[in-house]
């Protein structure tokens, strides 16, 4: 099969590509930047050898960029959103960074590429009906995303599901918790401050609960929705790793993993968003109140969530925080 991945360099999309390059398939990968995609995020022994053999071709696309986007979807049977914006969670509407023009934008002209290309035109101006075979839209949402919640990111990605629910494709929303892997910049951010100072800052308590999932099974995850022959077609599932852990146990945890000790220092919340009050008008903004409420999000998923999973995959089990963490800390070795 060959599958679009839109947003294949980055940390979700470069795992979730390499799992279906390995379970055989075609990848199109999509970047603003071909010349850098490859060493950014595909330079490993099985994107090297998909090269060669052909399965692994890149496309120069933004998704902003309606023009450019019929050419990336044309002959795909499956395209797989997972862009972000450069610098999320900070948006920077002035530069176009935000959840409403990359997230939500961004998979509105995904979907109205598709339909140019593979719908039929139908009476209702605002309906395309896709003949039989036209690919399958597979959507990395969040899972703090709901009807009812109105932050900005949860509310472009609700759109950006909305859409895609209605598009009249065969689609699959993967709505997915934290992930965490040598190459996710939330949790290593932390992490890294612990090289310099000798306590690890996060705002508010840390005490809201998640369910860290491990970045290879989100790959695996993908891999089989891919491959079950339409099984998930128009169905949400809810992917979190097994243990159910505070920020501030998470953090500990991984402390520990990388072998160091550094007490975890609580910033009150209300603090960090008047410093966000305050940083947003820097260079670069370093830091606005909306960043503040993203990185104290909670966002668990349920035993129902697990179940629906593997009731639909049987068999397909996520990582222990402790095993995942510990393949890639440097701590461990
Ligand atoms: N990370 C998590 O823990 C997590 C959890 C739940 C959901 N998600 C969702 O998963 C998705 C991917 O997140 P991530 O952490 O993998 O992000 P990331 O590492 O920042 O990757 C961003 C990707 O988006 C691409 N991109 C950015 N702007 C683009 C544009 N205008 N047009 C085309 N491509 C563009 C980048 O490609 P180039 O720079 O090569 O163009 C890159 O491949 C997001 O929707 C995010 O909300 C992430």
């Known amino acids: 099969m060959?599958?679009?991945v839109s947003g294949a360099t980055g940390f979700i999309g470069s795992v979730i590509t390499r799992h279906l390059l390995d379970a055989g398939h075609a990848v199109r990968a999509m970047s603003r930047s071909i010349a850098q995609a490859l060493p950014k995020s595909l330079d490993n022994e099985i994107g090297r050898r998909a090269l060669a053999e052909g399965r692994l071709t890149f496309v120069q696309a933004d998704v902003t960029r309606p023009d450019g986007l019929p050419g990336a979807v044309r002959g795909v049977e499956a395209v797989i959103q997972a862009v972000?914006?450069?610098?999320a969670p900070i948006e920077d509407p002035r530069r176009g960074l935000t959840y409403a023009a990359v997230d939500r934008d961004g998979t509105l002209n995904l979907l109205n590429a598709l339909a140019s290309v593979y719908g039929?035109?139908?009476?209702e101006p605002s309906s395309t009906r896709f003949p039989a075979g036209s690919p399958r839209f597979i959507y990395v949402s969040g899972i703090t995303v709901s009807a009812e919640a109105t932050e900005p990111w949860n509310r472009a990605k609700w759109q950006?599901?909305?859409a895609i629910r209605g598009s009249g494709l065969d689609w699959t929303l993967v709505r997915c918790c934290w992930a965490y892997g040598p190459r996710d910049t939330a949790?290593?951010?932390i992490l890294g401050y612990s090289d310099y100072l000798p306590f690890v800052p996060i705002f508010g308590r840390g005490d809201d609960l998640l369910t860290p999932v491990f970045i290879e099974d989100v790959g695996h995850l993908f891999t089989l929705i891919v491959g079950d022959a339409g099984r998930s077609g128009d169905k949400t599932f809810r992917l979190g790793g097994p243990d159910e852990v505070t920020l501030a146990a998470f953090i500990k945890l991984a402390l520990e993993t990388r072998g160091r000790r550094r007490p975890?220092?609580?910033?009150?919340?209300?603090l960090g968003k008047l410093q966000g009050a305050l940083m947003q008008y820097l260079p670069g903004r370093p830091l606005t109140p909306d960043a503040v409420d993203f990185l104290t999000q909670a966002g668990?998923?349920?035993?129902?969530?697990r179940d629906h999973l593997t009731k639909h995959f049987p068999g397909f089990e996520?990582?222990?925080?402790r095993v995942g963490l510990a393949t890639y800390m440097p701590g461990t070795r």
């Open 120 to 123: 039929a035109p139908t009476a």
């Open 300 to 305: 668990a998923v349920t035993e129902a969530d």
């Open 264 to 270: 975890v220092l609580h910033i009150p919340k209300a």
């Open 187 to 189: 949790l290593n951010r």
């Open 318 to 321: 996520t990582t222990p925080l």
């Open 84 to 87: 972000q914006f450069t610098g």
């Open 160 to 162: 950006a599901e909305e």
């Open 2 to 4: 060959t599958i679009l």
